[in-house]
């Protein structure tokens, strides 16, 4: 078994700011993803990474940056947040395509 | 118009009775993932299927990638069971990349 964990849990910000969300998982899988979650709303894809060093933009790549710095670890930077923008930051990892998710980040910004 | 589509969108069920969730896919896919949201909003992996079926516990699920759908059966409905059932499927080209339906919101009733 492992976990995936996220930091941090609520993550409240200013609009402009710059803000820096991050995934660790245990299981030793390669890829990892980011998703975004709106209230009501199913999960659109933000970036993935196959393997450590590598970066796939998804669907909704515009206004995120993200880094993944070893197999284990992989972060997203919210690049200049959005007046009232209110969302689930997923994270999640995956051998063989079958994904396994996090608890989630919840962001707001003032 | 959305390539991963779940009906219905909301259900209410009664404890110990038994429904079935669908996914059609305007898409080529090739693998579908189930997932349960629980009202804490963490998202368990339940099935992940090439055509065919999988069964465990009281779920089964099935996908068929030349009619282009997947179901998911729940018998004998319980409390736990209730929350957001989410389908996702590959996209056409990309096994990496999976397109979410916006899901099905499931209560069930005492």
């Known amino acids: 078994g492992g976990i995936i964990t996220q930091t941090p849990k609520f993550l409240i910000g200013q609009e402009g700011q710059k803000l820096t969300l991050k995934c660790q998982q245990n299981?030793?899988?390669?890829?990892m993803y980011w998703y975004r979650q709106d209230s009501g709303k199913g999960l659109r894809l933000i970036y993935y990474?196959?393997?450590?060093?590598?970066?796939q933009k998804g669907d909704l790549s515009e206004g995120y940056d993200a880094s993944r710095e070893k197999k284990s670890s992989f972060s997203l930077t919210v690049t200049s947040a959005q007046k009232n923008e209110m969302a689930v930051f997923l994270c999640?990892?995956?051998?063989?395509?079958?994904?396994?998710f996090g608890p989630g980040t919840r962001l707001t910004v003032l | 118009g959305d390539k991963v589509k779940q009906s219905p969108s909301a259900l209410s069920l009664q404890e110990g009775t038994n429904s079935a969730l669908r996914c059609n896919f305007s898409?080529?896919?090739?693998?579908v993932q189930w997932f349960l949201q629980n009202p804490r909003g963490s998202l368990m992996n339940l099935f992940y299927?090439?055509?065919g079926t999988k069964e465990n516990g009281r779920l089964k699920s099935a996908f068929d990638s030349k009619e282009s759908y997947s179901t998911l059966h729940i018998r004998d409905a319980q409390l736990e069971d209730s929350g957001t059932y989410f389908c996702?499927?590959?996209?056409?080209?990309?096994?990496?990349?999976?397109?979410f339906g916006k899901g099905t919101h499931l209560h069930v009733l005492p």
């Open positions: 299927l090439v055509p």
């Open positions: 299981f030793n899988h390669d890829t």
């Open positions: 996702a499927a590959d996209a056409d080209t990309n096994a990496y990349k999976v397109i």
């Open positions: 999640a990892s995956s051998i063989s395509y079958e994904q396994y």
């Open positions: 990474s196959i393997t450590e060093n590598d970066l």
């Open positions: 898409i080529a896919a090739t693998t």
